[in-house]
């Protein structure tokens, strides 16, 4: 269901980092064009073929984010089947790497500003409510997966652009202590039951996500014990309300732990659109307490 790259196109370059079961690397991509070659900076995901369940996983988010075309989505060029059963999967190259790393880099430089935050809070949302239509669940919905395309600039007022990267592996093939770490991301019916993976579990998501985006890219909740984390779920509990209250409610609205009640994606956006960003400026105490 995918285009298929021919492994001799592709040049690794330096490292870009890891995932849960593959390497990631920036590469080029060669092509040959009426006149003449061209190169595409590139990201070259590599999964190496031991882990046999998780390579069938892999190729079909590969092959789910293949069928689809949305702006806020991250590119798949295809996918090449390198040597000892490796799977490469070749993604467009996005500049400015993941939100959770920008936030936290760039928190109180002047960049990141409150508006800025809702822009891309926005797009993503966008790109959720693509699938949501579409009737497909993502199902690994974070900040470390939205990545920056445009920093944008506060000043001159030019917006950020973020694109949601694939979902990798996905929950219903990975080790129970994968999930946990994913909490509070992976949503509670998931982390009891992975077959539970469904549409309303991207809401979860990205409330958690929205979270995070306004505590500048900071989750406390996923730095404690395994054990402390599921007694988190286990007691119901909720991750500390912003003091913004619109966005509080919001966030509340996305993590009920009843899957049905969670809101669709066109209606987070309206609320979304309806948040005014002097609102929140005027809190004197804009990040939310630690948990
Ligand atoms: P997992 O299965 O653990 O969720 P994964 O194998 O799908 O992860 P990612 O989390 O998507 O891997 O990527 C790991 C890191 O690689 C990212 O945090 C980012 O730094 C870098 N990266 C991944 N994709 C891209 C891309 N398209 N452009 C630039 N950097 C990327």
Not at 9 to 26: A, D, P, V
């Amino acid at each position: 269901m995918f285009h298929k790259i021919d492994p001799q196109s592709l040049t690794r370059g330096e490292s870009l980092g890891q995932g849960s079961f593959t390497q990631i690397y920036k590469g080029i991509k060669k092509d040959q064009g009426e006149d003449g070659h061209y190169q595409t900076e590139v990201v070259l995901k590599v999964m190496d073929g031991s882990h046999r369940n998780c390579s069938e996983s892999f190729l079909e988010a590969a092959s789910i984010m293949s069928q689809l075309s949305h702006k806020h989505l991250v590119l798949l060029h295809g996918v090449s089947l390198g040597k000892d059963s490796e799977c490469i999967m070749v993604q467009e190259y996005v500049r400015y790497g993941p939100l959770d790393l920008y936030l936290k880099k760039n928190q109180g430089e002047g960049k990141v500003t409150t508006s800025w935050k809702l822009q891309v809070a926005k797009q993503l949302a966008y790109a959720l409510n693509y699938l949501e239509d579409k009737k497909i669940t993502h199902g690994n919905v974070s900040a470390k997966k939205v990545l920056l395309t445009r920093e944008g600039d506060a000043a001159s007022g030019s917006p950020p652009f973020i694109k949601l990267n694939d979902p990798g592996v996905s929950v219903s093939v990975l080790a129970k202590e994968m999930l946990v770490e994913r909490i509070p991301w992976v949503a509670p019916e998931c982390l009891s039951d992975p077959r539970s993976l469904a549409l309303p579990a991207d809401k979860w998501s990205f409330g958690a996500t929205l979270w995070e985006i306004f505590s500048g890219g900071n989750m406390p909740l996923s730095l404690l014990e395994p054990q402390k984390k599921l007694d988190f779920y286990q007691s119901n509990l909720q991750l500390p309300a912003p003091k913004w209250t619109e966005l509080a409610t919001l966030i509340a609205q996305c993590m009920d732990y009843q899957p049905g009640r969670r809101p669709c994606f066109r209606a987070l956006i309206r609320d979304l659109n309806s948040l005014i960003t002097s609102d929140y400026e005027l809190l004197s105490d804009l990040s939310p307490t630690e948990v």
